[in-house]
């Protein structure tokens, strides 16, 4: 098991494209092992928010007067930035790479490559687990997870299989779920794809994210930035789009002499990890860096 908390993906360049002022306001909405945010405040940021919905990124605290740990999902952006008076902000990071640490932690249940109990829940004191999703969904609700969230083509005949074993026996395990699923072990790729899937239901990381990026936008100051690293392909779709028309449905308006009416400007279009870093650090292959400054 690793003892890594995290090993943030293209550090140099997220903290280069936040441009940071000096004694300007940031927010890291996903704080995860403290990289990003430890180098934020090193580019000289006056003061930065830090949240985290897991209680074990904590155990990563940053001993620095400028430095607030947010314990709370980042949905939540707007309303805790009320809460400390803050009106306007120079700049936000969101990694939204799941940590090194749950990944890695058995019993947390977030991989396939572990005995655990099937957990997948970020904040911890949340009620639903993965497992009541997959004992209490109906098997058109587990395709079309499955479907939009993991991609998965074969998507309907996993969710006949779960529910066939589950009316047998209760699917408890990550094991289980291996074998409810009847995915060849060899199949590694879908059945990544089959916890991711339920991951993000778990946590509605795709509805958080809508609800983070609207507040970003209209927290950003003019000039501030933003910068997003995506890991699959569903939320990247979601931040390009956004960040080109500066909302949630991506319709671009334009201007009577057709000028897109964004309120962002583009500054990284999806950049990936280089051949080095990805040689040094395997997971940050499938990371895209897309940044933009508010008009």
């Known amino acids: 098991m690793s003892t890594v908390y995290h090993i943030p993906a293209m550090l140099h360049e997220t903290i280069e494209g936040l441009a940071i002022k000096?004694?300007?306001?940031?927010?890291?909405?996903?704080?995860?092992g403290g990289g990003?945010?430890?180098?934020?405040?090193?580019?000289?940021?006056?003061?930065?928010?830090?949240?985290?919905?897991?209680?074990?990124?904590?155990?990563?605290?940053?001993?620095?007067?400028?430095?607030t740990f947010v314990h709370s999902n980042f949905r939540y952006l707007r309303n805790w930035m009320d809460y400390y008076g803050i009106e306007q902000i120079d700049g936000l990071l969101a990694d939204l790479g799941?940590?090194?640490h749950h990944f890695d932690c058995p019993e947390r249940g977030f991989s396939f490559r572990f005995s655990?109990?099937?957990?997948?829940?970020?904040?911890?004191?949340?009620?639903?687990?993965?497992?009541?999703?997959?004992?209490s969904y109906s098997e058109e609700e587990l395709?079309?997870?499955?479907?939009?969230?993991?991609?998965?083509?074969?998507?309907?005949?996993?969710?006949?299989?779960?529910?066939?074993?589950?009316?047998?026996?209760?699917?408890?395990?990550t094991e289980d779920l291996?074998?409810?699923?009847?995915?060849?072990?060899?199949m590694s790729k879908e059945l990544a794809r089959l916890f991711q899937a339920l991951r993000i239901e778990v946590n509605d990381e795709m509805g958080a994210l809508r609800e983070m990026l609207?507040?970003?936008?209209?927290?950003?100051?003019?000039?501030?930035?933003?910068?997003?690293?995506?890991?699959?392909?569903?939320?990247?779709?979601?931040?390009k789009n956004f960040l080109r028309s500066g909302n949630l449905e991506g319709t671009i308006e334009k201007d009577f002499y057709g000028n897109n009416l964004s309120p962002?400007?583009?500054?990284?279009?999806?950049?990936?990890?280089?051949?080095?870093?990805?040689?040094?650090?395997?997971?940050?292959?499938?990371a895209k860096l897309r940044v933009a400054a508010k008009r």
Not at 47 to 63: G, T
Not at 222 to 230: D, F, K, N, W
Request: aromatic share 6%; net charge positive.
């Open 22 to 32: 000096p004694d300007g306001v940031y927010v890291d909405v996903t704080f995860g």
């Open 178 to 186: 291996v074998a409810a699923s009847r995915i060849p072990a060899e």
């Open 36 to 67: 990003h945010s430890r180098a934020i405040l090193q580019a000289g940021a006056g003061k930065l928010y830090s949240f985290d919905q897991d209680a074990d990124a904590l155990q990563n605290a940053i001993d620095d007067d400028r430095w």
């Open 264 to 286: 962002f400007e583009l500054i990284e279009k999806g950049r990936e990890a280089s051949p080095e870093e990805v040689a040094r650090n395997p997971r940050s292959r499938s």
């Open 116 to 135: 655990a109990p099937l957990d997948m829940r970020m904040n911890q004191t949340a009620k639903r687990t993965a497992a009541d999703i997959v004992n």
């Open 214 to 239: 609207v507040a970003a936008r209209d927290l950003l100051k003019p000039g501030g930035r933003i910068a997003i690293l995506t890991y699959h392909s569903l939320e990247d779709r979601l931040v």
């Open 143 to 173: 395709a079309k997870v499955l479907y939009l969230y993991g991609e998965m083509k074969n998507s309907r005949l996993i969710a006949k299989n779960i529910c066939r074993a589950r009316a047998q026996k209760r699917i408890e395990r």
């Open 98 to 100: 799941v940590s090194f």
